[in-house]
Structure formats: structure tokens, C-alpha cells
């Protein structure tokens, strides 16, 4: 549905808490249980939600932006938010918010709690190749059309 959008598209997204695992289709060469597996180490680790999303982002097709390839449609979100601070870029992993981290980011956190070894190879690899540049993520610039208003 998200790849036949087009001027005349007009979306209401309901997002919340959770709709990071409900949404989800891994990078290409990662399959759902390397991504489960990803989950599952995060989790373990002590990384807080941020970190995990980052992480997460940088293995998913439709995480992070996953709308910005979709203009010119028009996208109206209702977010109900479970993150302390109400981040929209970490409620479900900011589906249609913009993403300010990097492969760089979710490979330093990698590090910072020792994954190496726990994470599966597919995800280790291509959060490498992210990071020497071989998957190009768009950012969106601030323009007029996206704004938050939290009310």
C-alpha cells in the first residue's frame, strides 16, 4: 500500500507503543529470526530504548523514515507514546519521524556492550557495510511540510 502512495494519498497512521515489533520487515540478507535474535540480545544487554531502536532502524526496511520515499503524500500520525520524553523518533522506532542516527551510532552501541560475538552474522555484517557507506539512508530536511505538534 505505502509504495502505490502518491500526491493524491492522503494517510492516518495510528502509531504506539509496540509498533516497533509489529511492523517489521528486515533489512535485505537478514531474516525475522536474525532480527528476533537481535531483539532478544538487546534486550539482555542493558541497552536502553534508544539504543535499541537505533539498532533496530539501521536492520529494517521500514523503520526510520520508512515514509520519506513516500512524498508527496500527505501523513497525519497519531502517536500514543510508551518512551519517557515522548521521542517521536523512538515510539515504534519512528516509522515516519526522522532519523538523526547512523550505522556509525548503532555500531558504536554494538561496542559499547560488547555484541560482537552475540549478535547473528547478518546483522554484524550489515550494519558494517552501512557504515562504509555501501546503503545510502535519505535524511529529510526541515522543511515547512514536516512539523510535530504534540498536544
Given amino acids: 500500500m505505502a509504495e502505490a502512495a502518491d500526491e493524491h494519498t492522503f494517510v492516518i497512521n495510528l502509531i504506539s507503543g509496540g509498533g516497533s515489533s509489529l511492523l517489521c520487515l528486515p533489512a535485505d540478507g537478514i531474516s525475522l529470526e536474525d532480527k528476533r535474535q537481535t531483539t532478544r540480545v538487546l534486550l539482555a544487554s542493558g541497552a536502553d530504548i534508544d539504543e535499541m531502536n537505533c539498532i533496530r532502524k539501521h536492520i529494517s526496511k ?39 542516527t547512523t550505522f556509525q551510532d548503532a555500531l558504536s552501541i554494538v561496542r559499547k556492550y560488547a555484541l560482537e560475538d552475540k549478535l547473528p552474522q547478518t546483522v554484524r555484517d550489515h550494519l558494517v557495510c552501512g557504515e562504509r557507506g555501501r546503503f545510502l539512508r535519505r535524511r529529510r530536511q526541515a522543511t515547512p511540510y514536516f512539523a510535530i505538534r504534540l498536544i
Fill in 62 to 100: 521500514v523503520k526510520a523514515e520508512a515514509w520519506q520515499d513516500r512524498q508527496p503524500c500527505k501523513i497525519i500520525n497519531l502517536i500514543l507514546s510508551d518512551v519517557i520524553g515522548d521521542s517521536i523518533d523512538t515510539i515504534a522506532s519512528g516509522i515516519t519521524a526522522p532519523d538523526h
